[in-house]
Nanobody, 117 residues
Framework: VQLVETGGGRVQPGGSLRLSCKVA????????MGWYRQAPGKQRELVGS??????IYGDFVKGRFTLSRDNAENTVSLQMNSLKPEDTAVYYC?????????????WGQGTQVTVSS
């Protein structure tokens, strides 16, 4: 599966950004799309993801981010509000491509989010 990420950039603390991830190419059914992030020197962590029909968020989100999807466009978006400097990271879209043989995990190329005054 090929994932294309858009959005990201630099924003001041308290600002907003919107990330989008589109499935550009897939051979099988794509499920459980979402976003992870990785800051320098830290492990990749969950930001928000569809999972088993619901949505889960990382503990740090605390209502600031909203995950949504457009099934017609095969796109998942992450609206990020009230951004903090500690939200600075590379954000990665992830998806699971599932066939009769099982599911495989795929990642986008990553998009940089920088929150700084």
């Amino acid at each position: 599966v090929q994932l294309v990420e858009t959005g990201g950039g630099r924003v001041q603390p308290g600002g907003s950004l919107r990330l989008s991830c589109k499935v550009a190419q897939s051979q099988f059914r794509v499920e459980d799309m979402g976003w992870y992030r990785q800051a320098p020197g830290k492990q990749r962590e969950l930001v928000g993801s569809f999972r088993s029909g619901g949505i889960i968020y990382g503990d740090f989100v605390k209502g600031r981010f909203t995950l949504s999807r457009d099934n017609a466009e095969n796109t998942v978006s992450l609206q990020m509000n009230s951004l903090k400097p500690e939200d600075t990271a590379v954000y990665y879209c992830k998806a699971e491509e599932c066939s009769y043989a099982g599911c495989s995990l795929a990642w986008g190329q990553g998009t940089q989010v920088t929150v700084s005054s």
